[in-house]
C-alpha cells in the first residue's frame, strides 16, 4: 500500500513535468522563430528604406528642375549600377512613364502600372510602398517604393523604384531561417511577393485565410493552419510598419514535434528511472520505518495539542493511523501559519496602497494647481466646489473666495438674450469646448469682464463639472481687427473696380458723342472700333467688382456679353448672322482678361464687318477650350481660342499686309503680350486661332500691355499658306 501511495502521485508529477516541458520547448521554438521572422522583417525594411532614401536624393536633381529628362536618365542609371536587379521609372501628373531605366530613353512608355498609389503620392506628396502590380513594360508582377518630386509646393514627377520578387528573396536567402522551413514575403494584400520554395508561378498568390485572418488579428502571431500536402503547418509572421508587408516562416508540425521529441526523450528517460529508483527505495525503506511511524500516532497528536509525550509499542499495522495522525498535525500547523502569513501581507499591502493614495492625490493636486488654465468644479446646484489658483487669480478672487459662487455669476454668454451656461454645459457632450459655438464673457470680481473659453468634463459618478477656462482676450482682439481689415479691403477693391468700369465708361460715351458729331464714314468707324475696344476693357473691370473673388473672371460668361454686344451693334440678329459660342468655365485674372478681351473683339468685329458682303448669311463660331501643354511643358494648362467663319474667307494678299490695317496690328501686338502662337488659315471661311498658356500665378500689369500695343514693332505670324508681316502705320 505505500508502494502504491507513492507510485500514483509521482507517475503524475512525471506526467505533468513532461507536458510543461513540452509546452516550454514548442514556446521556444516559436519564439526563436518569431525572432527570425523579425529580424527578416527588418532586412526587408532596410533594404525599402534605403531604395527610398535613394530616390529621395535623386529627387533634388538639378535635371529635373531643368526637365532634362536625358541627364536624369544617365544619372538614375549611374546611381542602379549599386543596386542590380532594380529599375526606376519616373512617372508624369498624367501617369504616363517618363523615364524607364529598363527601356533606352526616348522609346515609347506606357502608363504606370499602379495608377491608383501614384496618384495618391501625387495628392499627398508622401512616400509610400506599393503592393504588387504588373509592370507594363515587363509584364510581371512586381512591387516599388515611390517617392514624390516636389518643386514650389507641387509634385512634378513620382519617382518608383521597381523590385521583383527575386531581388528580396536573395536578401532573405543571405539571412539564416530555421532548417527545413518556408519563408515567404506577402504584401499588404496577403499576396505572395517571394517565396523560398523558388516558384514563380506562386507569385501573386493570396495566403490561406486562416493565415490572413492571422495578419488581421495583430502585427506578429503564429498560426496552425493545413499543408497542401495534407500535413499541419505552424506558421509564425512579422508584420512591417514600414510597408504594411508581411514575412511569414512556415514550419511543418511533424518536423517540429520530431524536435521537440528530441528536446524532450531525456526527461522521459529520466523520469521513468527516477519512478524505478524511487519505488525500489520505497520498497527497502519501508519495511524499516514501518514499525516506528505505528508508535508515533500518539505522540504525534499530543505534540499538537501540547500533551506530554508517551511512547507506546510499536505494533506493525498502526502505519495508516500514524499517516493520518501526521496528515492532521501538519493542516493544523499549515492553518496557523497560512493566517499568520496572511495577516501580515494584508498588513503590508495596506500600507503599500495606502502610501501609493498620497502620492497619486499630491501629483494630481500639483496639475491641479500648476495647469495654466483655471479649473472650476461645479456642483449639482451650479455653484463652485472647488478651484485651483488660476482660476482665483482669473476672476480676482481671494484664495477660497470662489466656493459657494454659482457658474453663471462667472461665466455669461455675449448674445444679448444670454442662456444660462451651467445649463449649456450639462447638456454638453463629455469633453465638449465652448469656443466656436458662442463667446463667453468672465466677470471678475472688481466688474471688468473678459472675453473667455471654457472646456467641460462631466463626472457622472459624483454628478459634478470639470469646468476649463481660458482667457482668450487676446486672441479675439486680433481676430476682430483681421476681419475689419479683410472686409476694408475687399471694399476699397470693389469701389477701385466699379470707378475703373465708370471711367472707361465715360470715356466710350465720349468717343459716341465725338462720333456723332463727324461727318467722315471712316473716322466714325475710327471711333467706334476704338469704343468698342473700351467696352471690352471696361466689361472685365465690372465683371470684376461682381466677381466672388474679385480677383478673377469667368471667361465664359465674360466672352458670351462680349460677343452679345459686338453682334448687336453689328446687326448680326438682322443681317442673318449667328454667333455660336463653345468656352470653357476658366477663371483668368486681369493680366489675361484684357488682352483675351482686345483679342477677340477685334477677330469677332472684323467677321462681323468684312465675313458676309451684300446681305450674305453665315455663323461665326467662337472656341475657347483648356488643353494640356506638349513636351517639357505637358504640366502646364493651354488655352486655345479660335474664331472661324463660315464667310468669303480671308484676302489673298493685300489685306493682312496694309498698313491700314489697325486691328491686324493690334492683334499681332496682343498675341505677342500674351506668348501667343497665331494662326491664320482659310478654311471654309476665314479661321484664327491663337495658343497661349495660362498662368496659374502672378499678373502681368496692364502697363506691359500698353508698351507692348505702342512699340508698333513688326510681329510674324505662322499660316497654313504663306508667313505674313503686320506692319506699322
Not at 537 to 544: G, N, P, Q
Not at 641 to 649: K, Q, R, S, Y
Amino acid at each position: 500500500m505505500l508502494l502504491a501511495a507513492f507510485i500514483v502521485p509521482t507517475t503524475i508529477a512525471v506526467v505533468a513535468l513532461f507536458l510543461h516541458s513540452y509546452g516550454r520547448e514548442r514556446a521556444g521554438i516559436e519564439r526563436a522563430s518569431q525572432d527570425v521572422a523579425r529580424a527578416l522583417m527588418q532586412a526587408i525594411d532596410r533594404e525599402l528604406s534605403s531604395a527610398q532614401a535613394a530616390l529621395q536624393a535623386l529627387a533634388t536633381s538639378p535635371s529635373l528642375d531643368a526637365h532634362d529628362l536625358r541627364a536624369f536618365h544617365a544619372q538614375a542609371i549611374e546611381v542602379l549600377h549599386a543596386r542590380p536587379g532594380n529599375v526606376l521609372v519616373a512617372a508624369a501628373p498624367d501617369l504616363r512613364q517618363v523615364i524607364n531605366t529598363g527601356q533606352p530613353f526616348g522609346a515609347a512608355l506606357p502608363r504606370h502600372g499602379n495608377a491608383d498609389q501614384v496618384r495618391q503620392v501625387f495628392a499627398t506628396a508622401r512616400p509610400q510602398v506599393s503592393d504588387l502590380y504588373v509592370g507594363p513594360t515587363v509584364n510581371r508582377l512586381l512591387s516599388s517604393v515611390d517617392v514624390p518630386v516636389v518643386r514650389d509646393g507641387r509634385v512634378r514627377y513620382v519617382l518608383s523604384m521597381q523590385y521583383f520578387g527575386e531581388r528580396l528573396g536573395a536578401i532573405l536567402e543571405r539571412q539564416q531561417a530555421p532548417p527545413g522551413a518556408t519563408v515567404t514575403i506577402y504584401d499588404g494584400k496577403a499576396r505572395i511577393v517571394w517565396s523560398s520554395r523558388a516558384r514563380r508561378a506562386e507569385v501573386g498568390r493570396r495566403a490561406s485565410s486562416a493565415l490572413a485572418a492571422g495578419f488581421a488579428l495583430g502585427p506578429e502571431g503564429t498560426v496552425d493552419e493545413p499543408g497542401q500536402d495534407g500535413a499541419g503547418l505552424v506558421t509564425v509572421f512579422s508584420h512591417s510598419s514600414l510597408s504594411d508587408w508581411t514575412v511569414a516562416i512556415a514550419l511543418q508540425r511533424s518536423v517540429l514535434n520530431a524536435s521537440l521529441w528530441r528536446a524532450l526523450e531525456w526527461i522521459v528517460v529520466g523520469g521513468c528511472g527516477l519512478l524505478a529508483l524511487g519505488a525500489a527505495l520505497v520498497a527497502l525503506i519501508g519495511t524499516r520505518i514501518e514499525a516506528a511511524l505505528r508508535g508515533l500516532v500518539r505522540p504525534a497528536i499530543a505534540l499538537g495539542h501540547g500533551e506530554q509525550v508517551v511512547l507506546p509499542p510499536l505494533p506493525l499495522d498502526e502505519a495508516l493511523d500514524v499517516g493520518h495522525a501526521l496528515v492532521q498535525t501538519a493542516a493544523l500547523l499549515r492553518e496557523r501559519t497560512i493566517q499568520r502569513d496572511q495577516a501580515e501581507h494584508a498588513e503590508r499591502v495596506l500600507r503599500e496602497a495606502k502610501r501609493a493614495v498620497e502620492r497619486s492625490e499630491a501629483f494630481l493636486r500639483g496639475i491641479f494647481e500648476e495647469t495654466p488654465d483655471g479649473i472650476l468644479l461645479v456642483g449639482p446646484g451650479g455653484r463652485v466646489t472647488r478651484t485651483n489658483v488660476q482660476a482665483e487669480r482669473m476672476f480676482g478672487y481671494a484664495a477660497g473666495a470662489l466656493e459657494g459662487l454659482a457658474l453663471d455669476a462667472l461665466l455669461v454668454e455675449s448674445g444679448a438674450t444670454p442662456a444660462s451656461v451651467y445649463e449649456r454645459m450639462r447638456a454638453a457632450p463629455a469633453r465638449s469646448g465652448m469656443a466656436g459655438t458662442t463667446h463667453l464673457r468672465g466677470l471678475r470680481q472688481d466688474g471688468l469682464a473678459f472675453a473667455a473659453d471654457a472646456m467641460v468634463n462631466p463626472l457622472p459618478e459624483r454628478a459634478l463639472l470639470i469646468v476649463t477656462v481660458r482667457d482668450v482676450s487676446a486672441g479675439w482682439e486680433q481676430e476682430e481687427a483681421l476681419r475689419q481689415a479683410l472686409d476694408d479691403k475687399s471694399t476699397l477693391l470693389k469701389e477701385l473696380y466699379h470707378r475703373v468700369k465708370n471711367n472707361l465708361q465715360l470715356i466710350i460715351s465720349l468717343f459716341n458723342l465725338q462720333a456723332r458729331t463727324l461727318k467722315d464714314g471712316r473716322a466714325q468707324r475710327a471711333l467706334s472700333e476704338a469704343a468698342n475696344r473700351v467696352r471690352a476693357m471696361s466689361l472685365v473691370h465690372e465683371r470684376l467688382y461682381q466677381s466672388r473673388t474679385l480677383g478673377t473672371i469667368r471667361l465664359d460668361d465674360y466672352v458670351r456679353e462680349l460677343c452679345d454686344q459686338l453682334a448687336s451693334a453689328n446687326g448680326a440678329d438682322r443681317r442673318g448672322i449667328a454667333l455660336a459660342l463653345e468656352v470653357a468655365p476658366v477663371d483668368v485674372g486681369l493680366d489675361l482678361a484684357v488682352p483675351l478681351g482686345l483679342l477677340l473683339n477685334e477677330l469677332v468685329s472684323n467677321s462681323l464687318k468684312h465675313a458676309f458682303p451684300a446681305g450674305r448669311r453665315g455663323t461665326i463660331r467662337v472656341t475657347l477650350a483648356l488643353d494640356a501643354g506638349e513636351g517639357a511643358d505637358a504640366s502646364e494648362q493651354m488655352l486655345r481660342l479660335t474664331v472661324h467663319d463660315d464667310g468669303i474667307g480671308l484676302p489673298p494678299e493685300a489685306d493682312r499686309t496694309s498698313p491700314q490695317t489697325l486691328g491686324l496690328r493690334l492683334v499681332a501686338a496682343l498675341s505677342e503680350q500674351l506668348h501667343a502662337e497665331l494662326v491664320f488659315e482659310n478654311r471654309d471661311g476665314a479661321c484664327v486661332m491663337l495658343v497661349f498658356h495660362a498662368p496659374a500665378n502672378g499678373r502681368r500689369g496692364l502697363d506691359h500691355a500698353a508698351n507692348t500695343l505702342s512699340r508698333h514693332a513688326p510681329a510674324t505670324h505662322r499660316t497654313h499658306d504663306r508667313t505674313y508681316t503686320a506692319a506699322p502705320e
